[in-house]
Nanobody
Framework: QVQLVESGGGLVQAGGSLRLSCAAS????????MAWYRQAPGAQRELVAA???????NYADSVKGRFSISRENAKNTVYLQMTSLKPEDTAVYYC??????????WGQGTQVTVSS
C-alpha cells in the first residue's frame, strides 16, 4: 500500500507563489517518474509537470517559465514551485508517481485557488 500526501495548496492572489509537496510512503518499488496534474471544475485532468529518474523535466505550455518541478529521492518527495500564478491556474492539483513495477499512484489532491 502506498500513500501520497500532498501539502502546500491554498488561496493566493494573482502574481503570487505557492510550493506544493508530495511525499510517498508505504511499500513500493523504487520510484521512477513523478508528476503533477491538475483538474479545474468542469475540465479534464491535465498534466502540469513531470520529472523522471534522470531529472529530465517536462511542462505544459501554459506553465512553462512559471512553474518548476523538482524531486528529493531520499525522501521520496516531489515538489512543484509555482510563481506568477494566474486565476486560470485555479484547480485541484494531484501528485502522481510511477514505480519500477510500472504501478501508478495518485495523491488525494490539494486545492489551489488564485484570486484576481
Amino acid at each position: 500500500q502506498v500513500q501520497l500526501v500532498e501539502s502546500g495548496g491554498g488561496l493566493v492572489q494573482a502574481g503570487g507563489s505557492l510550493r506544493l509537496s508530495c511525499a510517498a510512503s508505504g511499500s513500493f518499488f523504487k520510484i521512477k517518474d513523478m508528476a503533477w496534474y491538475r483538474q479545474a471544475p468542469g475540465a479534464q485532468r491535465e498534466l502540469v509537470a513531470a520529472i523522471d529518474s534522470g531529472d529530465t523535466t517536462n511542462y505544459a505550455d501554459s506553465v512553462k517559465g512559471r512553474f518548476s518541478i523538482s524531486r528529493e529521492n531520499a525522501k521520496n518527495t516531489v515538489y512543484l514551485q509555482m510563481t506568477s500564478l494566474k486565476p486560470e491556474d485555479t484547480a485541484v492539483y494531484y501528485c502522481n508517481v510511477r514505480d519500477a513495477a510500472y504501478l501508478r499512484y495518485w495523491g488525494q489532491g490539494t486545492q489551489v485557488t488564485v484570486s484576481s
